[in-house]
């Protein structure tokens, strides 16, 4: 494409003004590579040189920001996605369904010990606590009234026990008189969590509950040779 003298004199005035190539090429609609032949001989300032490389740090920290506002909104729309459909898939549990789910939440998070006499489940995510909670009201008729809790802190967090007892208390529904004395670990800890981020771990066992253990290991042994075939 030909251009006149016209726009080669803006182009050359507009380097001598000290704009950059992409600000000049937005001006006169003038291809780069045409632009360097126009202006090779046009020397800038020290102060121009300075301002154009402090633009051009500023363009690309403002396309960096820009890429990665892009690259967050392109992760949590996959998230909700996969989230939706994690949910969608799934679906609505059968009775059956809801009782396989405790087996293998028991499996993975229960008291097996060869020497328990009850039993016994320990984690310090409140949902999958209350899940464990209503599988045992729903699956054995036991009662929260059944249920001891006893609460696990790092001796950090000694001072908030008690508040940490009574946010429990509300996750599960049992009395404040059913948790047994606190047990502190004496391990001192480099990362200190947010007070409502630390809720410790919960112990839970069931009162009397010899059968249902030894029941309970018979879900998991058939559940092993569910695998094993």
């Known amino acids: ?79 909700k996605t996969l989230l939706s459909k994690g949910i969608t898939k799934v679906g609505n549990l059968s009775s059956r369904d809801f009782f396989m789910a405790g087996i293998a939440l028991y499996w993975g998070e229960g ?5 328990e006499h009850r039993l016994g489940f320990c984690n310090s995510d409140p949902e999958m606590i209350k899940f464990y909670i209503k599988w045992l009201e729903k699956s054995f008729s036991v009662k929260k009234d059944s249920i001891i809790a006893r609460l696990t802190l790092n001796e950090s967090y000694k001072e908030k026990t ?19 004395k606190t047990f502190y670990q004496k391990t001192k800890w480099k990362k200190q969590y947010k007070e409502n981020n630390y809720h410790g771990v919960l112990r839970i066992h069931v009162k009397d509950s010899l059968d249902l253990l030894l029941l309970m290991r018979g879900f998991i042994e058939r559940m092993k040779l569910s695998v094993i075939k």
Do not use: C
């Open 1 to 79: 494409m030909q251009h006149n003298q016209v726009v080669k004199n803006k182009v050359r005035q507009l380097r001598i003004e000290g704009l950059s190539l992409g600000q000049i090429y937005k001006e006169t609609n003038v291809p780069k590579t045409t632009i360097r032949s126009w202006i090779r001989d046009i020397e800038l300032s020290e102060r121009q040189l300075n301002n154009l490389k402090s633009g051009t740090q500023k363009a690309l920290q403002e396309g960096r920001i820009r890429k990665q506002k892009q690259d967050k909104a392109l992760r949590l729309n996959n998230e």
């Open 162 to 180: 008690e508040k940490i007892e009574n946010y429990w208390g509300k996750v599960t529904g049992i009395s404040k008189s059913q948790f047994t």
């Open 111 to 115: 008291f097996k010990n060869k020497h």
